[in-house]
């Protein structure tokens, strides 16, 4: 099993910056797969961003170039660093794994309003 827990959102002014972080309770390194997804109010839960154990990136459209999923492995934790953030970005973002079944931590609310 693997548990996660995010930290790090909070209300962010458009064109913003946050870090989000998810702490895993095993090493990163055993994990195949670790990434973000959210969810905002009436929508589907919907893909961000994921790093593969071979290291691969992958980003939704809507993020590319301003999202940056990355790992520490000393620590555990995958971090989502967000910059030039916009209203509709507001979400619930979720932290999942994929180890030998799938994962989620509860998420942490990310609120971009002026």
């Known amino acids: 099993q693997v548990q996660l827990v995010e930290s790090g959102g909070g209300l962010v002014q458009p064109g913003g910056s946050l870090r989000l972080s998810c702490a895993a309770s095993?090493?990163?390194?055993?994990?195949?797969?670790v990434g973000w997804y959210r969810q905002a109010p009436e929508k589907e839960r919907e893909f961000v961003a994921i790093i593969t154990d071979d290291g691969r990136r992958n980003y939704a459209d809507s993020v590319k170039d301003r999202f940056t999923i990355s790992i520490d492995n000393s620590k555990n934790t995958v971090y989502l660093e967000m910059n030039s953030l916009k209203a509709e970005d507001t979400a619930v973002y979720y932290c999942n794994a994929v180890y030998f079944g799938n994962y989620w931590g509860r998420g942490t609310q990310v609120t971009v309003s002026s």
């Open positions: 095993r090493s990163i390194l055993s994990i195949n797969r």
